[in-house]
């Protein structure tokens, strides 16, 4: 995985999210992925139950955002950054703000085979 390929599976990422699709959601997980979606969370293993995880927390359909970059990559592991923006309902006004690092390892195909991920949200001023 080259540093373009990494970003395109993040804005993958992204789309899958906004769009919920279970294909599109599948497609960017192995089939014996395991992602950990906190520091203590127990992970979700398998594509099936990450995509039924996904499909069971949605956030409600335009009130949402997200952009994330490569930061560093190495033997497989890649390190990104972004953040995830939440807008109050109808509007584009920020409600909720969030900066977000992922560790995510990928394989031969391009799928990720774990990912893990820390957010912290943006204190209100």
Known sequence: ????????WLDDYVAAWISYDPQ???????ED???YFGPYDEPVEGREAIVA???KNRDEPGTYD??????VRQDGLAVTNGRSVYYE???KNVHR???NIFLIRFDSAGQATEFREWFMEKRKS
């Open 1 to 8: 995985m080259d540093d373009a390929k990494i970003n395109q």
């Open 24 to 30: 599109a959601v599948g497609k960017l997980f192995s």
């Open 33 to 35: 992925a395991r992602c």
């Open 53 to 55: 995880n996904w499909l």
């Open 66 to 71: 997200a952009k994330y970059r490569l930061v």
């Open 89 to 91: 309902k109808g509007t």
């Open 97 to 99: 703000e969030f900066d």
